[in-house]
């Protein structure tokens, strides 16, 4: 996620991967009771990890994960759709689980992208029941130890 800096909506191909970078605030959110800055890196793949998400499915796959992040006020950092995998980097607040935004995510998609493609249809199930999460974020760790400075000077 470093170096994404200001350049905005950017769209290139790259061994058929199309990649989309967003401009967010990579700060600190100030809530009534928290401050946080959540990102999480999920990535997940169809089912026998096929290579069906090109072209129109992809498109319509980039729309559907945009209609949900937006719904549940998450920000995409970064997304990028390969034919047989997503990767999505989400900014999200302290209260969703990283589970709950793959499953919304993919049965949104399962449901609608089935009915729109008749070739998908045909499959079992369009996600696997697998997916990878990580957190990221830009703490360092010399701005953690200036807090817990700032921290110990209040006892």
């Not at 946080?36 to 998400?53: A, E, G, N, S, T």
């Not at 390969?82 to 689980?97: A, G, K, W």
Request: aromatic residues 10%.
């Amino acid at each position: 996620m470093e170096g994404l800096g200001n350049r905005g909506p950017l769209a290139c191909l790259f061994d058929g991967c199309v990649y989309r970078w967003y401009t967010i605030d990579m700060e600190y959110i100030h809530d009534n009771h928290t401050v946080h800055l959540i990102v999480y890196h999920i990535i997940w793949c169809p089912r026998r990890r096929r290579k069906i998400l090109n072209g129109p499915v992809a498109n319509r796959l980039e729309q559907i994960i945009h209609e949900v992040a937006n719904e549940h006020n998450w920000k995409i950092v970064q997304l990028a759709i390969q034919s047989d995998h997503v990767h999505l980097f989400i900014r999200t607040d302290p209260y969703t689980l990283p589970t709950d935004i793959a499953r919304l995510i993919k049965g949104r998609s399962s449901h609608h992208m089935r009915k729109e493609f008749p070739h998908l249809a045909r499959m079992p199930s369009l996600w696997t029941r697998s997916a990878f999460y990580s957190t990221a974020g830009n703490v360092s760790s010399e701005t953690i130890q200036k807090y817990i400075e700032r921290q110990s000077k209040r006892d």
